[in-house]
């Protein structure tokens, strides 16, 4: 799956998440940027993002994110793991 698959995917899962139909993502995007982006919504999105992606995210992961790009490499790495 390509980044841009992968990015794809992300923007619906964070539109669902943050309920913004015109939420548009990057990879500098943070919570910051995000006004309905908490503690409690960053739970439902990496669960939302496990089950689009059918994987698992450790907490190490989900913890050194900075950013909507970090996000990306990780699922990206991870279904690739996966796929081989």
């Known amino acids: 799956m390509s980044r841009d698959e992968v990015t794809s995917i992300l923007q619906v899962v964070f539109r669902d998440v ?3 139909d015109e939420l548009i993502i990057g990879d500098d995007t943070t919570a910051e940027d ?4 908490d503690s409690l919504s960053n739970i439902q999105m990496v669960l939302a993002v496990e089950q689009a992606f059918r994987i698992r995210l450790t907490a ?3 913890s050194g994110l ?3 790009g970090g996000l990306i ?3 990206e790495a991870k279904v690739a793991a996966k796929a081989a």
Request: glycine share 0%.
């Open 60 to 62: 190490a992961q989900v």
């Open 66 to 68: 900075e950013n909507v």
């Open 34 to 37: 995000v006004p309905t982006w």
């Open 18 to 20: 943050f309920q913004d």
């Open 73 to 75: 490499s990780v699922v």
